[in-house]
């Protein structure tokens, strides 16, 4: 088949139009930056020789009128923050200025790198906000008020000013043009929002386009503004603008230039015009190409305009977008706080490798021989390029949080700092050192796994003799070496000092090897001081991990705690063989806990006789876990728990839900239930009988259940597992109750044991196995058979047990969402789906279980961890 040319444009205007029209909002933010990036970029090639002239005059900037500057820049950051405050206020919500001020300065950072980003940004960090208590259509019609009046303020202080202008002829077409187009984009805004507000057109368009919004677009709705609070708002967004035209002032008074305060006016409304119009980077281009532009026709220089805009736009905009990143860190993520100084220490390894091996400034190198001389530099080198191999080594170790590691970090950046200083004043790569320093010690209580004193002592031990018997072989070997092995005959000092220098790896310009067993003699050396310091160091960094058992009293005193104040289904298992019992001071409670490399998994809530004491416990158990180098998490702990956790600053993740069937209206009538009944005749019309044994169980029973139990192993290819379930031992299910489902043969082909339930009323079981040759439907069979038989024993209830991942309508977290989409798309995790399928047609209620932690780096850790501490 073939196409004329007329049907090959046909086709593209078909497809190209369509995708125009959908993207051309999207298409035009992108022509409209290109063009402000571009007109920057021209800016800075068309004035670079004003450029160079410019660098010199902000070097001479008053340093007094610049700290005025700053300060002023801290007054106008706490005005954004009040500005928030009060239009929290106008719709009737609270929020305190510290939040508000932090919300800025986030929103403000990112703005920068959002299209449109002044108003895109205020959708953003709604999370602390919303924990606080405020909705999230209470944030965002907040943030609209906010949008709203910043850009409202800058008409109310431009109009006098034009006018004014307008007299003195100082403002030309292109100005008023701006300024129309604002006064435009807030008639614009006010209609969209009266239609909102009356459900007109926009309303209508909007729930058209995305119906999941009329919720949002009803609730803001139903937010009235208040008028004294509006006002406020206002009043703090034109002190606002007041900060800024005086920090146009400012800039002027620091340069030492003659100042104007029209200038400064209009200098800053046409800025922050381009700013509003801007779409993408904040104006970055477009408002120093305007700025200079305005300040050049109120008499000032192309350089001084030039260097006014750049004092003024550091003052602004860089200091706040500073001060955005480092609201980042006031809360920022513990994983960031453990990855971020093992990365700069990965970075300055580099820094001092790479330092090493490329030349040095002459100048420099030569200055400092008159001072320090040639050897002092030289070993200087040798230390920095030390220091930067151990730094690469010791920023894997900073990742598990070791105490020794940040020592070694703190100590390779001392050395670091000195050693480029003395080995050719490389002040860069202090500074990076003297950086790394910063943040080792703004992050040091991340750091606090203990090593293992014992091992440290043994490397410290075995360190020590390896030198000392190094030493002596070195010495002997060079003091007695044949001359024609090094064409010397060796001192016993130089002995001494080859045997130190090849220990430690340092090489010797005049020890120089003739032949292959002069060679070997040094590899050995070298290989016996490297291999001695290897193994120094993994003493010194082996975490340390505390091991021991508990007692038999403790368990006793643990069940008596269990019998008072037991809560929960897998209370049974908090004293099992795998536990560790860990009893706070003075309080009555316990928690149980089983090691797993350094952290501490405890298992449900701790037992305690109210919230109070558990609150006091888990703050307890923290602070001895802390002592002791190890991490705690919580592993399936009930949603009514949560604000306790929460309240001792920990975070939580959400695991599964538990299934709690109700017997007391549990039937088998009913439609709904149909397939089960018939699967129940099917396997007793077959001869199948369930049979209660109660205890003790006889040896001969107890061995056919094992034959059922391994059957079932074997069948499904799986092991035996505990923590927060039992495991098949003989002595365990000898005193519990053990329902069968036999054969007319009395062949046994199904089996579970009735383990201690400590909820009141409610009755649970633990091993639920079977046989490969048992009947279809026999687990239903078995499971009707135990709910007869916890209800004839006066049970209200039945626990089903744990189902992974099931339950998570809404994902919040990013954690969260990954674990929702592996539960509902990924093949691997369909059995977790299966299981909460199961036992969804017993019609149970479900209770949603929580891991909680404190870090979000130690959820990396948290599969490793819970497939070790299920272990036997």
Request: hydrophobic share 50%; glycine share 6%; proline share 3%.
């Amino acid at each position: 088949m073939r196409f004329s040319g007329k049907d090959t444009i046909t086709a593209l205007r078909e497809k190209s139009v369509p995708f125009l029209r959908e993207n051309v909002k999207i298409i035009s933010q992108f022509i409209f930056t290109i063009f402000f990036i571009g007109v920057g970029i021209w800016f800075i090639k068309h004035e670079r020789a004003e450029l160079v002239q410019v660098q010199a005059v902000l070097a001479s900037s008053s340093l007094q009128w610049l700290a005025a500057g700053i300060i002023l820049t801290i007054v106008y950051i706490v005005l954004q923050g009040l500005m928030y405050v009060a239009s929290f206020r106008a719709i009737g919500s609270q929020v305190n200025l510290y939040d508000a001020i932090v919300l800025f300065l986030k929103r403000n950072f990112i703005s920068v790198f959002l299209p449109a980003g002044g108003i895109s940004s205020l959708a953003f960090f709604t999370g602390d906000i919303e924990r606080k208590g405020v909705s999230k259509s209470q944030i965002h019609f907040a943030s609209s008020v906010y949008g709203f009046v910043g850009i409202f303020s800058v008409i109310i202080v431009a109009l006098p000013a034009f006018l004014y202008g307008l007299f003195q002829k100082s403002v030309g077409k292109g100005e008023w043009f701006a300024l129309a187009s604002v006064i435009i984009l807030i008639v614009v805004l006010t209609a969209v929002y009266r239609s909102i507000m009356s459900q007109g057109k926009v309303y209508n368009w909007l729930i058209k386009i995305a119906p999941s919004s009329v919720v949002l677009l009803d609730d803001l709705r139903s937010n009235k503004i208040e008028r004294k609070g509006f006002l406020v708002t206002i009043l703090y967004s034109i002190l606002i603008e007041f900060a800024g035209i005086a920090h146009l002032y400012i800039a002027m008074l620091a340069l030492d230039f003659e100042p104007s305060v029209l200038a400064a006016v209009f200098g800053y409304i046409i800025s922050v015009i381009f700013l509003i119009v801007s779409p993408f980077l904040r104006g970055l281009g477009a408002i120093e190409v305007s700025m200079a532009y305005i300040l050049t026709r109120f008499g000032f220089s192309e350089v001084q305009a030039i260097a006014v805009t750049f004092l003024y736009r550091f003052l602004e905009f860089w200091l706040p977008l500073l001060a955005g990143a480092l609201s980042f860190l006031l809360k920022i993520n513990r994983l960031l706080m453990r990855v971020l100084p093992a990365s700069f220490l990965l970075f300055l390894g580099v820094v001092n490798i790479v330092s090493v091996l490329t030349p040095t400034i002459t100048t420099r190198v030569r200055f400092l021989k008159g001072i320090l001389g040639p050897e002092v530099i030289e070993i200087s080198n040798y230390f920095v390029l030390a220091a930067g191999l151990f730094l690469l080594v010791t920023a894997a170790f900073m990742l598990k949080g070791l105490r020794t590691a940040w020592y070694f970090a703190v100590v390779l950046s001392l050395i670091s700092i000195a050693g480029n200083i003395t080995k050719a004043i490389d002040y860069e790569e202090a500074i990076v050192a003297i950086v790394v320093l910063v943040v080792l010690i703004v992050s040091r209580k991340e750091y606090y796994i203990r090593t293992n004193p014992r091992l440290r002592n043994t490397g410290i031990q075995t360190t020590l003799l390896s030198i000392a018997a190094v030493l002596l072989y070195g010495i002997i070997g060079f003091y007695f070496l044949d001359r024609k092995h090094f064409d010397t005959d060796f001192s016993l000092f130089q002995s001494f000092r080859y045997t130190l220098e090849s220990y430690f790896l340092l090489e010797s310009n005049d020890l120089i090897p003739r032949d292959s067993f002069a060679q070997n003699f040094l590899y050995s050396i070298n290989i016996s001081g490297f291999l001695s310091f290897a193994f120094l160091l993994y003493t010194l960094i082996r975490p340390y991990v505390l091991k021991s058992t508990s007692s038999a009293d403790e368990f006793n005193r643990a069940k008596e705690l269990l019998d008072k104040y037991g809560n929960s289904s897998s209370d049974y298992f908090k004293t099992y063989f795998d536990k560790l019992i860990y009893f706070p001071e003075s309080l009555d409670a316990f928690i149980s806990y089983r090691i797993s490399g350094n952290f501490a998994v405890v298992l449900d809530d701790p037992i305690a006789a109210d919230e109070q004491q558990m609150s006091a416990c888990i703050a307890e158990f923290d602070r001895y876990c802390y002592n002791n180098g190890l991490k705690s998490i919580y592993y399936r702990v009930p949603e009514s728990s949560l604000n306790i956790y929460r309240d001792l600053g920990k975070k939580a993740l959400f695991l599964g839900q538990e299934g709690v069937v109700d017997l007391v209206n549990f039937s088998l009538q009913g439609g709904s239930k149909k397939s089960m009944r018939n699967a129940l005749k099917k396997v007793s019309d077959r001869g199948y009988q369930a049979v209660v044994y109660h205890p003790p169980l006889k040896d001969g029973l107890l061995q056919r259940l094992k034959a059922v139990s391994d059957e079932w192993l074997e069948e499904t290819g799986r092991k035996e597992i505990i923590f927060s379930q039992g495991m098949f031992i003989e002595e365990e299910l000898k005193e519990q109750v053990v329902i069968t489902v036999e054969s007319p043969e009395e062949k046994i082909v199904a089996f579970l044991n009735v383990i201690p339930d400590y909820v009141k009323g409610e009755g649970t079981y633990d091993l639920i196995r079977k046989t490969a040759d048992a009947p279809n439907g026999v687990m239903d069979f078995i499971l009707i058979e135990l709910f007869n038989y916890l209800k004839n024993e006066g049970y209200e209830a039945v626990n089903l047990g744990f189902a992974p991942l099931a339950g998570m309508d809404t994902a919040r977290t990013f954690p969260e969402k990954s674990m929702k989409f592996a539960y509902e798309k990924i093949r691997s995790f369909s059995h977790y789906k299966g299981l909460r399928e199961y036992k969804e047609k017993f019609e149970p209620v479900w209770c949603n279980k929580y891991l909680i932690y404190n870090q979000d780096y130690d959820l990396f850790q948290m599969p490793a961890l819970l497939s070790k501490v299920i272990k036997p």
